[in-house]
């Protein structure tokens, strides 16, 4: 069985999509839908820069999502291979759920490219930049990274964010918890505590506000039932039906994104072939979670040509 992936934020680079779109006019097409659905040339930015203004996260949220369905979309149209066929389950970190999401049709690209920029908005603007932080724990399991934020918390929001498996659990909330989880990290011997260079504390309970902008962007759009499941962050677990995606999408503002857990549960149901679309990131996490997986990251026309013939 395969599963379709799809990154997340960090995984933005000036140049992005350049090379494919100028191979390929169905590429093309996609940047061009998003940029028409989004009054910006997002394309652009995405092929020339500045490195700042991509990173923006409402800026870099849709980005990753076009450059991803536009590998995906070319891997479709010239490679001749079905989502539905090709695919059991898809699943994507973070903002690549909704990613994922498009991929499998519940949602239509221009409508994608909507939300993630109004995610990435709300996401911004949920907390006062300089009050909120996120670090990356090196060496540390999910249950010792919970215990750590329990201890460092002294009555502000200190969250586990991100489960990534292999050791690397990313902590989310108010600056000076975050910065006395990294000193109680050290203290119990977790390799490493590294700040993230990162706007805003994401996937914690400071994203309330955040989350509340979604539920009514969510309840006003058309969400259809997906070509295949996706596993979705904050369940671990496959969904399908439209209300729940559109909750799940909801919840995963504040909650945890359980990429280890959504990855071994793939796994355990007999998920053994990974397809990365737009970037090499998830790859790698997928090997340390289950080593036996076959892992494939497509992100040139020589990856879609070579991934075609295999499928």
Known sequence: MRAFIFPGQGSQAVGMGADLAAASP??????????DALGQSLSRLMSQGPADELTL???????????????????????????????????GHSLGEYSAL???????????????????QAMQAAVPVGEGAMAALLGADFALAQAICADAAEGDVCQAA??????????SGHKAAVERAMAIAKERGVKRAVALPV?????????????????????KVAVRAPLVPVYANVTAAPASDPAEISSLLVAQVTGTVRWRESVEAMWAAGVTDYVEFGAKVL??????????ATVTSVTTMTDVEALAKTL
């Open 26 to 35: 169905i590429a093309r097409a996609v940047l061009e839908e998003v940029d």
């Open 57 to 91: 996260t409402e800026n870099a949220q849709p980005a990753i999502m076009a450059n991803a369905i536009a590998v995906l979309r070319v891997l479709e149209g010239e490679g001749g291979v079905s989502l539905a066929d090709k695919a059991e389950f898809v699943a």
């Open 102 to 120: 498009c991929a499998a049709q519940a949602f239509d690209l221009p409508t994608t490219a909507r939300l993630l920029r109004l995610r990435g």
């Open 162 to 171: 991100n489960d990534n498996g292999g050791g690397q659990v990313v902590i």
């Open 199 to 219: 706007s805003a504390p994401f996937h914690s309970s400071l994203m309330q506000p955040a989350a509340e902008a979604m539920a009514d962007a969510l309840a």
């Open 283 to 292: 790859g790698p996490m997928v090997k340390r979670i289950a080593p036996d």
